[in-house]
């Protein structure tokens, strides 16, 4: 408990206590108390300081004592607040007087008047105690059209709400770029309607959308459907598949494409229970149970019928995470399945750790998601719903549509994105370039302060945190290199169909992202271009990134990536929760030293 509540002094050779209190030092030194960490919660994504807001609240007038919390009113998680007041005073007036001062998701959703607070018997004020709310139905507006109720069911399942009101703005809900990909994707399996992310941003609303939807007119377009392929001893490649092995076989006994990472858990897991899941898991995707081989001059993927997996239990006295991850993370044989193992270390305080790795080549971030959601599921006692499709059914109609006009017509998108004399990014550098590139890498981390800013300026110019971020990292491209024309590089989800989203295989395509910067436009100028650009790139986001190399007729320099050399990534969801009964996990994620 000691060394739990005891640091290190920074200052000097003494140890600090840890309050738990949060403060922020002012330009002229003095300490300014903002809270407590635990108060400090996250909603949607955000981070959200509760004292924040009822310090805010307290300071105005006729205000005597009030508590922010965050509870579920109609099963979505809001911000609450609960007011002593002392006379007349309004739930208006309050959220327009905090809209003054605070981020538009920190402002309460709903504010209630009491005439004084629970408190516990220390004297703290018990908020297990506090009322719970009911909605009127003025703040929800339920759906009232067929296309009205079919959106809310999308836009909860997008944003994993309850309930969402037609007249709630999908952005303020926590939507972004990647949401509106899915929405984009959503809307066509549904309604077989054709809408831009651009239409997104016009209608945001439930209400708005579907009146657009009602003025559309419905396409059908058989390439965008995916069948079930017919089973057959190999199948295709698909195009982020060919990237990863051609890649890999430059250097074969790298582990750049490793995917790593482990649970840590405070107690020791059921071994045998951990075992029958990873059985499951493994014979219900078939990317698991993929190998690669040649067939003539082509490569090809082949799948087992089952794989029989077995989970290594190792106890070990000492807990070093480190040196088990160095000798853990080995190269895979692309020629055996099942491309994936994991390994269980029990450590002598009771506390365990489960190290799993993949290769890149079967899954990618989104299916890092689904294994550990399902996971859990299953180790928890829950079933999972079937899927109707598999990786090499996406393979299968990739390979057959690659032709198609609907690839053409992207293919052509690209083409005149990337017209011309295509630019070199010669970043000043404190060393020459090697002739041959390698992927040794490492990660440098800075802090960036409160995004509230960022958050309130994207509203303001209908943007997103990515489009923003890109438009920084364009100027900062610049400002190193004096040039104004560049490329940059960023990888997309590349499930633009509802029907692959709980699939798991290696779908991410890199899109190559061009502007040129204006020294003489303003920011925001610069911001309505990139963001216009980028949501044009999204919606041709399917063209396999190495068809628009090949197209281009790019000469291959090996001390060189084609077509850019710097890539931007924005990751906004964080990990996926881990809630395993009976055990407290967290995650472990070791830096591999790599440059993938």
């Given at each position: 408990?000691?060394?739990?509540a ?8 003494n ?12 330009a ?20 959200i ?9 307290v ?9 922010s ?7 979505i ?20 007087a ?17 005439e ?69 994707s ?81 107690k020791h ?78 450590f ?9 790795d ?61 017209d ?19 992927f ?26 990515f ?50 910067v ?8 610069f ?19 190495d ?17 850019f ?25 070791p ?6």
């Open positions: 408990l000691t060394k739990k005891f640091i290190k002094d920074p200052f000097s050779e140890v600090m206590y840890k309050t738990g209190d949060i403060a922020k030092y002012r002229d030194g003095e300490l300014v108390y903002i809270g407590r960490k635990d108060f400090q919660v996250k909603l949607r994504g955000l981070r300081e509760l004292d924040e807001i009822t310090n805010k609240i300071k105005l007038e006729n205000v005597i004592n009030a508590v919390v965050i509870k579920k009113v109609n099963n998680d809001c911000i609450c607040s609960y007011v002593v007041s002392s006379g007349n005073i309004t739930e208006e007036y309050i959220k327009s905090l809209k003054q001062s605070l981020p538009y998701y920190m402002v309460p959703s709903h504010v209630v008047f009491m004084s607070l629970p408190i516990t018997l220390n004297g703290k004020i018990d908020t297990k105690r506090l009322p719970e709310i009911e909605v009127k139905q003025s703040d929800y507006i339920a759906p009232s059209t067929e296309t009205e109720k079919k959106l809310e069911k999308i836009w909860c399942d997008i944003l994993d709400m309850e309930q969402v009101s037609i007249n709630s703005d999908f952005f303020d809900l926590g939507g972004d770029s990647l949401c509106s990909i899915k929405l984009v959503e809307v066509y399996s549904v309604f077989n309607i054709k809408i831009g992310i651009k239409d997104i941003f016009k209608a945001s609303t439930i209400k708005t959308l579907a009146e657009l939807i009602d003025e559309s007119v419905a396409v059908e377009d058989d390439a965008q459907n995916i069948p079930k392929a017919e089973v057959r001893d190999s199948y295709p490649l698909s195009s982020a598949q060919k990237r990863i092995y051609f890649t890999v076989n430059m250097e074969p006994d790298t582990v750049t494409y490793n995917t790593p990472g482990a649970l840590l858990f405070d897991p059921d071994a045998e229970k951990l075992e029958k899941c990873f059985n499951i898991l493994l014979n219900r995707h078939c990317a698991f149970r993929t190998y690669f081989a040649l067939d003539g001059e082509q490569v090809v993927q082949k799948v087992l019928p089952k794989v029989e997996f077995k989970l290594d239990v190792i106890n070990m006295d000492e807990k070093n995470l480190e040196s088990i991850f160095e000798s853990f993370v080995k190269p895979f044989d692309l020629s055996k399945a099942p491309l994936f193992r994991a390994k269980l270390y029990n002598a305080d009771g506390s365990s750790a489960l190290f799993i993949m290769h890149h080549i079967i899954c990618d971030g989104e299916s890092v998601g689904i294994f550990v959601d399902e996971l859990c599921k299953l180790y928890n006692g829950e079933k999972l719903d079937a899927n109707d499709l598999d990786y090499v059914d996406f393979a299968v109609w990739e390979d057959k549509n690659i032709n198609s006009e609907r690839y053409a017509r992207s293919k052509r998108f690209w083409l005149k994105q990337l011309g004399e295509l630019p070199v990014l010669n970043m000043p550098t404190s060393s020459a370039r090697p002739n041959v590139q390698s040794d890498g490492n990660k440098i981390y800075r802090t960036i302060s409160s995004n509230a800013k960022v958050l309130e300026f994207c509203k303001k110019h209908n943007s997103t945190p489009t923003f971020l890109l438009s920084v990292y364009y100027i900062a491209l610049y400002k190193y290199t004096n040039q104004n024309d560049l490329i940059v590089g960023s990888p997309i989800i590349g499930r633009d169909k509802a029907s692959l989203y709980n699939i798991i295989g290696m779908f991410v395509n890199s899109l190559a992202l061009r502007a040129k204006d020294s003489k436009s303003t920011f925001a100028e911001l309505r271009v990139v963001t216009a650009n980028c949501f044009n790139c999204f919606e041709h986001q399917s063209e396999p990134f068809e628009i190399v090949k197209a281009l007729k790019i000469s291959r320099d090996t001390s060189r990536n084609p077509l050399d710097t890539m931007f990534i924005y990751q906004n969801e964080g990990q996926p929760e881990i809630k395993l009964n009976g055990l407290n996990t967290t995650y472990y994620a830096d591999d030293h790599s440059s993938k």
